[in-house]
C-alpha cells in the first residue's frame, strides 16, 4: 500500500531554473494539498485541490502552479526558483469527511542556490 | 485573519504527562486536528476533535473547546520516543483545507 508518493526526494537547483515536484496518491483521496515547511516552521499550505479538474490556492500560493487532470496526480511546478524557495515540501491527500487524517508523502528537500 | 497559536516549546520527564494548548482566531470553524512530526520525518495524523469534549486514544487524549477556541493535546506516561513536533491544524471552512499551526517541540527527558 503506497499511500502518498513524492518525487524526487532531493533537488538542488539555480536561481531561475524550473521544476515539477511530483506528487501520487493511490487511496482515491479526493482532497490533495501541498505544504512547504521552513526550518523550525509550521506547514504553510501553498495550493490544494478537492477533486481533478479543481485547484484552488492556500496561504502562500506565489511561484508555484498547480494542475489536476487526474484523481491520482498533483503535480506542483515552480516557474523560477528563487533562494527563499528551498525548503521541504510536503504532498499530502485525503477523504473529504472532515474527521479523517490528511496522509502526507515523505516530502522533497529542495536548495536553490 | 485565520491563525492559530502553540507553545514554540515544551519539556518534561519520561513517564510524565504533558499538555500541549492550541488557541486559534478564525471566520470559521470546523474542527481541530493533531499531528505528530519526528525530526526529518513527515507528519503523521493523531487526532481530531469536531465537538466540544474530550477524545481519548491510547496514551494520547486532545480536547476542544468551540467557545474558548481553544484545544489541547494531552500526552500521559511520556515515552523518549514522544520526543518530536506536535502541530494543531484546523478545518476553517466547507473546502477541507487543512491551516497548521506553528509546532510545539517537545523533548523527553530521561
Known amino acids: 500500500n503506497a499511500g502518498v508518493t513524492q518525487t524526487p526526494k532531493f533537488q538542488v537547483l539555480k536561481t531561475g531554473q524550473s521544476m515539477t515536484l511530483q506528487c501520487a496518491q493511490d487511496?482515491?483521496?479526493?482532497?490533495m494539498s501541498w505544504y512547504r515547511q521552513d526550518p523550525g516552521m509550521g506547514l504553510r499550505l501553498i495550493h490544494y485541490?478537492?477533486?481533478?479538474?479543481?485547484?484552488d490556492q492556500g496561504e502562500v500560493p506565489n511561484g508555484y502552479n498547480v494542475s489536476r487532470s487526474t484523481t491520482e496526480d498533483f503535480p506542483l511546478r515552480l516557474l523560477s526558483a528563487a533562494p527563499s524557495q528551498t525548503s521541504v515540501y510536503f504532498c499530502?491527500?485525503?477523504?473529504?469527511?472532515?474527521?479523517?487524517?490528511?496522509?502526507f508523502g515523505d516530502g522533497t528537500r529542495l536548495s536553490i542556490l | 485573519g485565520q491563525s492559530l497559536e502553540q507553545p514554540s516549546e515544551v519539556t518534561a520527564v519520561e513517564g510524565a504527562i504533558v499538555q500541549i494548548n492550541c488557541t486559534y482566531q478564525?471566520?470559521?470553524?470546523?474542527?481541530l486536528s493533531w499531528y505528530q512530526q519526528h525530526d526529518g520525518g513527515a507528519p503523521t495524523f493523531l487526532s481530531y476533535?469536531?465537538?466540544?469534549g474530550l477524545e481519548e486514544t491510547g496514551r494520547f487524549s486532545s480536547f476542544l473547546s468551540r467557545s474558548d477556541s481553544y484545544g489541547y493535546l494531552l500526552l500521559q506516561e511520556l515515552q523518549m520516543k514522544d520526543s518530536a513536533s506536535y502541530f494543531c491544524?484546523?478545518?476553517?471552512?466547507?473546502?477541507?483545507?487543512?491551516?497548521f499551526g506553528s509546532g510545539t517541540r517537545l523533548l523527553v527527558r530521561p
Open positions: 499530502a491527500s485525503r477523504t473529504g469527511q472532515g474527521n479523517q487524517p490528511q496522509h
Open positions: 487511496m482515491n483521496h479526493e482532497y
Open positions: 485541490s478537492v477533486g481533478a479538474g479543481i485547484t
Open positions: 478564525t471566520s470559521g470553524f470546523y474542527g
Open positions: 476533535n469536531a465537538l466540544d
Open positions: 491544524a484546523a478545518r476553517m471552512d466547507s473546502s477541507y483545507k487543512l491551516i
